[in-house]
């Protein structure tokens, strides 16, 4: 008979060392729990172990001579009552929350319902006693060691590049990353992918999740698949599809490489739901270990959760265990993985009370105040779907967050829409009118033009709708309202004046992204041109549709973004450290003066215009080393006059453009030209300067080439 010690309720999970294992898994309202010993494939239980010891609702024991590579679940015993929020039911094989490494896939069958589907419409309300065990991935026993050699490169807010993929979609069709690896951590460390994205000007990988997740039933029963990851099945372990043959290690070495090369990466992570889904929906894990502590339940009926996120369920981060078990998850990814930071999905639900969202959640304190996670780039993704649920630029200072409304003005105002110069300038300006608050610095917001949600930067500029058939719901999913203009043509086409305004176009965009204060952050692929083919929620598209096609339809755009990338690195007025107020700096210029298209300061009058759509602004510089810059945009569809305005004696050298055919042209102060519609400029002012213009951003034969390097 196996010897059953006591062991420690603290730390949760097992813990391993060279005698054996300790096991503790918190569940304040049951009855009683069993440890299922499985052989190294999870497939024929060999053992069950009775934990007799409970220390403060956590279960635990330690087994002698167990290691690492044991494979193991859980069964929890307690009260089957829905009605009060309690779905115990032993038949159940559960995965431990803290299960570092799964091993193999779930297979859909009823028996992973801890009721019995087809009981009518209170079925939820009647267990089911079919053993569910050879339908579940288990897990498997590891160490806890660090598998990283790198520091953080710590790059600072203020020079960040944020650039958002997939470990799968970033490398499927990689042509230079090997076959054999493709789709996983260590695609994302070949040195070919690491060398591109130092050239691409890239300072922060941000990877969709990577946490292990569900494939959807009916997902895979329409032969699809869930694709983005925002399904969580366990916070500890990595998803097996994204582990190569070097397994759990893989991520640590593609870490530390991208490290080497100065890049940090950045997880995006789904602690506001799982992926149980609601009373309907099957018992994997939480909801059959004490499914009231873990979940948000209806307060005047427990049987149903408070469905805040849309997915079924949220997670109840008001229960310091659960807390606790964020936190725990938090600290493994950046000690063991050295990952450098975290983009929380859904925020605004991790930081509810009963009575709403608070800034002053304990969630939050916790996370700022811990040594270690306190320290990492910290990103709130400002909306849910529970009452009041979209808190851009409520959360506290020491997060950044996604500012979707910089999204929405940015296209806009390129789109054609009347009166939005004022809320586009305070955009671009990084909006102190939702950030000030609290002494919080420009780089709380992180700005983007597009994201995984949506349409790609090559699909904006082609299509007026969504079309998103392949996801087999009669294009009825994803956003209707999508700020997109397809330059005159729905789609692909052969029209060559539509395609080179769709060219310019997408370097209006991208130049008003890297020119605006704040944090850019590019969507993978949008400087190849990337597209979906108009499917604007490629979620479950794991093929071509949702993947990287590393195309060179457009091969000067990588060029461009690079050059926009090292503009920003070498030119700190386009990342200053405070918000742009009009105030003096200790050179004695304004470190922002606006313009009209006539050279003139802007006046409520023009500011109030809601035809116009020209704009200029001056920055001055934040060190003495550097000089002026001079943006100007034209978003109007015809050619504008513009006058530069006076006060600089000396030249403005154009060291960037969006329109490919204006050439040539001198910028004397106070001297006026003709800027071509829909087109951004940026100069440089030189005391004296011959000026060479830099046609659509490629940079003279003579100058280094950022991505050439």
Not at 430 to 444: K, L, N, T, V, Y
Request: with cysteine; net charge negative; aromatic share 10%.
């Amino acid at each position: 008979m196996r010897k059953v010690l006591p062991g420690s309720a603290f730390p949760l999970g097992v813990t391993v060392d060279d005698k054996g294992a300790n096991f503790a898994l918190f569940s304040d309202n049951a009855t009683g729990v069993t440890l299922c010993l499985f052989d190294r494939f999870g497939v024929t239980e060999k053992e069950r172990i009775s934990l007799r010891e409970c220390t403060n609702g956590v279960w635990h024991c330690y087994l002698p001579g167990v290691g690492r590579g044991q494979v193991y679940g859980w069964r929890v015993h307690g009260p089957w009552a829905p009605e009060a929020g309690h779905r115990f039911n032993p038949n159940k094989l559960l995965l431990d929350p803290y299960a570092r490494q799964l091993v193999g896939d779930i297979r859909w069958n009823d028996t992973l319902y801890g009721y019995e589907i087809g009981a009518g419409d209170d079925a939820d309300l009647v267990m089911d006693e079919r053993d569910s065990a050879a339908y579940m991935p288990k897990a498997r026993v590891v160490a806890g060691t660090p598998m990283v050699t790198t520091q953080h490169p710590h790059v600072s807010w203020a020079k960040t590049v944020i650039y958002e993929g997939h470990v799968r979609g970033l490398t499927m069709l990689h042509p230079l990353v090997p076959q054999t690896i493709r789709g996983t951590f260590s695609a994302l460390g070949q040195p070919e992918f690491v060398d591109y994205l130092v050239r691409l000007g890239i300072t922060t990988l941000e990877l969709l999740p990577v946490q292990s997740f569900l494939q959807d039933r009916h997902l895979v029963d329409s032969g699809l698949s869930n694709y983005w990851g925002y399904n969580s099945l366990g916070f500890f372990a990595p998803e097996p599809r994204y582990l190569g043959d070097n397994g759990l290690e893989s991520i640590g070495e593609a870490v530390d490489l991208l490290h080497q090369a100065g890049i940090e990466v950045i997880l995006d992570v789904v602690y506001n739901h799982t992926c149980e889904g609601n009373h309907l929906g099957p018992t994997l894990s939480f909801k059959g270990i004490d499914n009231a502590s873990y979940y948000r339940l209806l307060p005047d009926d427990s049987r149903y959760y408070d469905n805040l996120t849309g997915c079924g369920n949220a997670l109840n981060t008001d229960h310091p265990r659960v807390l606790q078990m964020v936190l725990d998850s938090l600290r493994l990814w950046a000690s063991v993985y050295g990952i450098d930071g975290f983009r929380f999905d859904l925020a605004t639900t991790l930081g509810r009370r009963p009575n709403g969202f608070d800034p002053g959640h304990a969630f939050f304190n916790a996370i700022l105040q811990d040594p270690l996670l306190g320290g990492l780039k910290l990103i709130a993704e400002p909306w849910d779907v529970g009452p009041g649920g979209y808190q851009l630029g409520s959360f506290p200072p020491g997060f950044s967050e996604w500012n979707g409304d910089y999204r929405d003005k940015v296209r806009g105002f390129w789109c054609g829409e009347e009166g939005l110069l004022p809320s586009f300038a305070t955009r671009v300006a990084a909006s102190q009118d939702i950030f000030a608050e609290g002494r919080r610095r420009p780089w709380s917001s992180v700005n983007f033009i597009t994201a995984h949600d949506g349409f790609t930067l090559h699909d904006l500029v082609s299509y007026n709708h969504k079309h998103n058939e392949a996801n087999g719901e009669d294009n009825r999913d994803g956003h209707d309202d999508n700020k997109s203009w397809n330059c005159g043509a729905e789609g692909e086409t052969d029209d060559e004046a539509v395609n080179a305004l769709r060219r310019r176009q997408k370097r209006n965009l991208l130049a008003t992204l890297f020119l605006s204060q704040g944090v850019p952050m590019v969507l993978a692929g949008d400087e190849c041109s990337n597209t979906q083919g108009g499917n604007n929620n490629a979620y479950c598209q794991d093929n071509e549709i949702g993947w990287v096609n590393w195309s060179d339809n457009d091969p000067e755009l990588p060029r461009f973004v690079a050059r926009l990338a090292d503009l920003r690195k070498n030119h700190s007025a386009l990342s200053r450290p405070e918000f742009l107020t009009g105030a003096r700096n200790e050179m004695g210029q304004p470190d922002v003066v606006w313009f009209n298209n006539h050279g003139e300061r802007m006046t409520e009058e023009d500011w109030g215009n809601p035809h116009s759509k020209c704009l200029t602004l001056r920055l001055a510089p934040v060190l003495e080393s550097e000089t002026p810059l001079l943006i100007m945009l034209n978003a109007s569809h015809v050619a504008v006059r513009f006058q530069i305005p006076p006060g600089h004696p000396g030249d403005w050298e154009v060291v960037l453009a969006t329109d490919t055919g204006f050439e040539d042209v001198r910028l004397a102060d106070g001297a006026g030209f003709t800027m071509p519609a829909r087109t951004v400029v940026l100069a440089e002012w030189r005391e004296q300067s011959a000026v060479s213009f830099v046609p659509g951003g490629v940079l003279p034969t003579d100058a280094p080439d950022p991505i050439d390097k």
